[in-house]
């Protein structure tokens, strides 16, 4: 069984899922998924899409007459978070699509969190308000000025319930500060700052300064005709303020120490594995390139995603990952196709679960691969409305290679490369996943508990 996730291969449950248009009848680009996060409790889920919305989820209580089932995941609040803009002075269109959303940890009763697109991040507030004042001095019930002269007596305004409104209100705009798209956006454990990166610089924010940041990494050349790589994903140590890690489009990680300079362009740690001169071919920089990066809850270790594998790197040891997970190996065959339709550049993301002991990650076909790091164990499961019925058991999935397909297992020649998960998200502390499949968002569960 795979350790932290039950009895995986028989136990995972689908149980609810949020669409919000239908494949069939064609999805606007609007409506695309781009990213999607659990906040640091795991009772919201936000999720962004292209047209620049923010949905956030909220996890129902348990009911009284079923107290061993845990709640679902209804819609809570959705807000316009970017909306397109135009860059007059350089004639650029800016998307309003969402790249990254990133939740801080709760101090009251509001709930905060960030939103990026390609150039401006932006500060929410999520509060709830059941309650309205009513009784003013100088102003009716309809919210009109009274005359003064005809105020005889003082009263004194009480609080009236009313129906629970949920207010989503922009407190901070970061902007002006990115050359280029941002593509990562990580919150500080100090919770004081934060840091926004984009392919040549990465710069750090204080949350109550919004029109100056500091520049904490430039790797942009003197001469744009020199450039050989560009950053990635970047992201902070969960535990210690001045580290952090970003990996590059060339298959490397560094990591840095903010205390030993202000500028951190000489890293304290260089990871890179040593390439294979067999496996060497045309396409061999572009699979390297590494999509995401992410710290385990422990920091100690670091997870990256190139095109073909997950890897597991030790802090401790940078020559070479300690652990390789092929994620759909069997595409090596196809690269020259996946090229010429643009599909070797999608950026797939990779999660931890709460413990580190699973990892996650999204492939094709609307298939999604889980790999078990104390027994390498394997699954390979399928977000799909045709094959899931509400809190149906979900089964493993098998691609075919070559030679006689069984019949459960799916040919490598039939899998449909428009359908991909490249956006997953893991409950902090249970064994609850949600997947974005294109404009479908599913959330499932371990049937154990």
């Known amino acids: 069984s795979l350790a932290g996730f039950g009895n995986l291969m028989q136990d995972v449950l689908w149980c609810f899922s949020q669409v919000k248009g239908t494949i069939d009848i064609g999805v606007t680009e609007a409506d695309i998924i781009s990213t999607v996060e659990f906040n640091h409790t795991g009772e919201l889920l936000a999720t962004g899409d292209k047209g620049g919305r923010v949905v956030i989820f909220q996890r129902e209580q348990e009911s009284k007459n079923q107290p061993h089932r845990r709640g679902e995941y209804n819609v809570y609040s959705t807000f316009q978070s970017h909306e397109p803009e135009f860059d007059y002075l350089k004639s650029l269109e800016i998307e309003e699509k969402i790249n990254k959303i990133r939740w801080l940890p709760q101090q009251n009763a509001a709930y905060f969190l960030l939103s990026t697109n390609d150039k401006t991040v932006k500060l929410w507030k999520v509060s709830e308000r059941d309650k309205r004042p009513e009784g003013y001095n100088l102003k009716d019930e309809d919210g009109r000025l009274r005359d003064p002269s005809m105020i005889t007596m003082l009263r004194v305004p009480v609080l009236r319930p009313m129906d629970l409104m949920v207010e989503a209100t922009p407190r901070r705009v970061f902007a002006n500060a990115h050359t280029y798209h941002i593509n990562s956006i990580s919150v500080n454990s100090d919770y004081e700052t934060y840091m926004s990166a984009d392919d040549l610089r990465i710069n750090l924010w204080n949350f109550e300064i919004t029109n100056q940041s500091f520049n904490i990494v430039d790797i942009k050349p003197a001469n744009m005709e020199e450039l050989t790589e560009v950053i990635t994903a970047a992201e902070f140590h969960p535990h210690h ?22 500028l951190c362009d000489r890293h304290a740690k260089f990871f890179e594995e040593p390439e294979d001169p067999s496996n060497r071919s045309f396409f061999s920089e572009i699979i390297s390139s590494i999509s995401d990066v992410k710290f385990s809850h422990s920091g100690r270790y670091i997870m990256t995603r190139d095109y073909l594998t997950v890897k597991v790197w030790d802090l401790n040891m940078e020559n070479r990952p300690i652990e390789t997970y092929q994620v759909h190996d069997y595409l090596r065959s196809k690269l020259c196709s996946l090229y010429e339709n643009d599909c070797i550049f999608d950026k797939f993301e990779c999660v931890w679960n709460g413990s580190d002991s699973v990892i996650m990650t999204g492939s094709y076909n609307n298939f999604f691969r889980m790999f078990d790091r104390n027994t390498k164990r394997d699954v390979t499961l399928e977000a799909s409305r045709e094959n899931s019925k509400p809190r149906a058991i979900l089964k493993p999935r098998k691609v075919c290679v070559g030679g006689k397909r069984r019949k459960d297992e799916i040919s490598v020649d039939s899998l449909d490369f428009s359908k991909k998960i490249l956006h997953t998200a893991w409950h902090p502390s249970e064994n609850i996943i949600a997947v974005a499949a294109t404009n479908n968002l599913y959330i499932f569960q371990d049937k154990v508990n």
Do not use: E, P
């Open 241 to 262: 303020c001045n580290t952090f890690v970003y990996s590059s489009s060339k298959g490397t990680i560094r990591l840095c120490d903010m205390r030993t300079s202000a």
